[in-house]
């Protein structure tokens, strides 16, 4: 089953707008959240990433909110460009492990 | 500097062959992961190879095998096609120690079974 849900699976923003990307998830021993960016044709490639013990981590325009006792996460990405337009995914994964548990993914579209 | 190179970039093959798929890691990663992406999907996590020993297992059958060479490239074997193989195949590289945090993808295998 999917360890981590994420939503909504498409958005469209105009540019300079804000897309919010939420993610959920259940196996508290997950202590590494990622968000990957992907092109088309392309491997995802890591954006921002962030661990529990932190509530918020921005860089650049891109800011990861935590929410331990919720079991959430999202991704904000500030004054949003048409190259922005892309699939994101986040994930999980804990320091025990070797492997990734990927959400379903979101693609957005920045209109000019 | 080298990233993670796959090859060949698209293939496709006929259901029941086999199909062999190739990833060099990233100059200086030792470990080698392979994901499924199926369209419109996040990817999934097939097995872990580091010395050359498959590390971890994902929910995939056994038609689903792999190899890791001295040089740390690997290879991703998939025996009896099924459509339902179809999938842009990812191979992440990554330096044990770090682990997941130090993955890098490559930009994939188009598989398309007919």
């Known amino acids: 089953q999917q360890q981590v849900k994420q939503s909504p699976q498409s958005l469209i923003v105009q540019k300079g707008g804000i897309p919010i990307i939420n993610c959920a998830y259940e196996?508290?021993?997950?202590?590494?959240f990622p968000w990957y960016q992907q092109f088309p044709g392309k491997g995802p490639a890591l954006l921002i990433a962030i661990r529990p013990d932190v509530s918020e981590k921005k860089e650049g325009r891109f800011t990861i909110s935590f929410n331990k006792s919720a079991k959430q996460f999202s991704l904000h990405i500030m004054d949003s460009q048409p190259g922005d337009s892309a699939t994101y995914f986040c994930a999980a994964s804990n320091s025990n492990d070797y492997k990734l548990s990927f959400g379903a993914g979101t693609t957005v579209t920045v209109r000019a | 500097d080298a990233g993670v190179t796959q090859s060949p970039t698209h293939l496709i093959k006929t259901r029941g062959q086999q199909v062999t798929l190739r990833c060099s890691p990233k100059s200086g990663h030792d470990t080698v992961s392979w994901y499924q992406q199926a369209l419109g999907q996040g990817p999934q996590f097939i097995f872990q190879y580091y010395e050359e020993e498959e590390r971890q297992r994902g929910n995939f059958p056994d038609r689903f095998s792999g190899h890791q060479y001295p040089n740390y490239s690997s290879e991703l074997n998939v025996n009896a096609l099924l459509l339902g193989d179809s999938a842009l195949y990812l191979c992440a590289s990554s330096l044990a120690g770090f682990g997941v945090p130090s993955y890098t993808f490559g930009s994939g295998t188009r598989l398309t079974v007919v």
């Open positions: 196996n508290t021993a997950f202590d590494y």
